[in-house]
């Protein structure tokens, strides 16, 4: 692994954790097992957003990377990359008969028909606000937590969520990743107070712990759903421990950095699920108990021996997530300056990746 001067000691310590969840590459794994993600949105004004999720996915190292679109986006997605499986099947306004009488449930059969063959779901990028559309995503994400698959939820995808909360209230599998602006909307849609950005701004230490408060009451009234929100530093929460994720990242705020995030994130979940579904030998003892509390959360992250609980995985995924993007941003932003666009931060997914995370023990990564 490269050495990384700019990383504290107790984000060394984080990576170090994160590594345990990184599948090694060997011999016996076969096509899919490292990850399956599909990222649901793309329609006829925003085809981007899906592609750099996506693309960020599998240059992070999922085996199949899959978008699920509206039939408009679909030629202009696929004309984007080879490597993206695309699938025309969001229905929207323009593709029913009479979209005020719709049977939601039937149009979004096509889309959860795959979700068996899929380890995470990233909802959201270039969705759009089409009324059709978006039912249909609210009966997909109805169906991927009955099903237990986690998701991602981002731009539009949040829309669905603030207009109808308890679609994942409760569902401790589920990652939001919403920029200051998302993240007023959702507080305000749930009735929680966290301040306006000047009450919040009185020195960086304060600041950045009023900004931890705010995120967890959040997560708090959605009963544990983990909030990612992004920010000069990025907060992660679940309502009962807080990371804060201060790789430092690039100067540049260009549109679309989130894509890269969202990506990364499916990815991330997709390994964590090969990590509990015990694929490969971590070296690690089975722990019997699962993390409440932020203690429990803090020896599983202090322990070299005990397998982490999904509580505590699900943290480290989101924070690594978010770690990578930053990384890439700041790599980015580096060679291009000014200039920086989100298209920029692709091909640094997979160096940030080995900077900060590296090949777990065992991997073959030459033949």
């Known amino acids: 692994m490269e050495s990384v001067h700019h990383v504290s000691t107790s984000s060394k310590i984080l990576f170090g954790k994160v590594r345990k969840m990184v599948p090694p590459m060997l011999e016996k794994f076969h096509k899919g097992q490292l990850g399956r993600v599909a990222v649901i949105g793309g329609c006829a ?6 592609y750099f999720s996506a693309i960020a996915s599998a240059k992070l190292g999922c085996d199949m990377s899959h978008v699920l679109c509206e039939r408009s986006a679909a030629s202009v997605i696929k004309g984007y990359s080879p490597n993206l499986m695309v699938h025309p099947l969001l229905p929207s306004t323009d593709t029913v008969k009479d979209p005020n009488s719709i049977n939601a449930p039937e149009l979004a059969g096509p889309i959860i028909a795959m979700l068996s063959r899929l380890h995470a779901l990233v909802i959201g990028p270039g969705l759009g606000r089409d009324g059709v559309t978006l039912k ?20 539009d995808g949040l829309l669905i969520i603030t207009e109808e909360p308890n679609l994942i209230k409760g569902y401790k ?15 305000k849609a749930l009735g929680v107070k966290v301040g306006s950005q000047a009450d919040i701004t009185k020195g960086d230490g ?14 708090k009234a959605l009963g544990g759903v983990t909030i990612l929100q992004k920010g000069p530093h990025d907060v992660i929460s679940n309502g009962v421990t807080s990371i804060i994720s201060d790789i430092k990242g690039g ?14 994130l499916g990815t991330m ?21 699962e993390a409440e509390t932020k203690d429990d959360v803090q020896a599983e992250l202090e322990s070299t021996a005990k ?14 997530a978010s770690s990578i993007t930053r990384e890439c941003s700041r790599r980015a932003f580096e060679a291009k300056g000014r200039s920086m666009q989100a298209s920029d931060l692709t091909e640094e997914v997979h160096p940030s990746f080995l900077r900060l995370i590296g090949e777990p023990e065992g991997s073959k990564t030459h033949l």
């Open 45 to 50: 004004d925003y085809t981007g957003a899906p």
């Open 136 to 155: 249909v995503v609210a009966e997909v994400i109805k169906e991927a937590r009955s099903q237990s698959i986690p998701f991602v939820l981002d731009a």
């Open 173 to 187: 599998e589920c990652i939001l990743t919403p920029n200051v602006v998302e993240f007023g909307r959702l507080a």
């Open 206 to 219: 304060d600041k950045t712990s009023k900004e931890s408060d705010a995120c967890e009451q959040l997560s």
């Open 251 to 264: 100067l540049k705020r260009s549109g679309g950095q989130g894509d890269t995030l969202t990506g990364s």
């Open 269 to 289: 979940l997709a390994w964590r699920a090969a990590y509990h579904d015990k694929l490969w030998d971590s070296g690690e003892r089975d722990n019997e108990t």
């Open 307 to 320: 397998r982490m609980s999904p509580t505590t995985t699900l943290l480290l995924a989101a924070w690594a």
